[in-house]
């Protein structure tokens, strides 16, 4: 099993920037694409954005494609999300999510196709 924990989250104006991160905790990391999701209340949880195992290649969602970054040092077991120009419709509470990556299609967008799951983290972002 592999376990997942976020951190980083917190409250940041309108325009501002934030960055997550996601420790994970078996050696295996390496062999996992990685994403991020996130869920506001009474919403469906969304895709954001994500990386594959062997971080060359990454896919975001339209709403924060050219704002947020994911990348991921295997090295440490750490996935990160760089969010920049954030805006009050970003405000959610951030999961990290995992699969084993094959490393033949790009990184899925679906909940479904993860495995393992972080608790969560509050972004919030005022105006």
């Known amino acids: 099993q592999v376990q997942l924990v976020e951190s980083g989250g917190g409250t940041v104006q309108a325009g501002g920037s934030l960055s997550l991160s996601c420790a994970a905790s078996?050696?295996?990391?390496?062999?996992?694409?990685m994403a991020w999701f996130r869920q506001g209340p009474g919403l469906e949880r969304e895709f954001v954005g994500g990386?594959?195992?062997?971080?060359?290649?990454?896919r975001y969602a339209a709403s924060v494609k050219d704002r947020f970054t994911v990348s991921r040092d295997n090295a440490k077991n750490t996935v990160y999300l760089q969010m920049n120009s954030l805006k009050s419709e970003d405000t959610a509470v951030y999961f990290c999510?995992?699969?084993?990556?094959?490393?033949?299609?790009?990184?899925?967008?679906?909940?479904?196709?993860?495995?393992?799951w972080g608790q969560g983290t509050q972004v919030t972002v005022s105006s």
């Open positions: 990386i594959s195992w062997r971080a060359r290649s990454a």
């Open positions: 078996g050696r295996t990391f390496s062999s996992y694409a």
């Open positions: 999510a995992g699969y084993y990556d094959l490393g033949i299609a790009p990184v899925s967008s679906q909940t479904n196709d993860y495995e393992y």
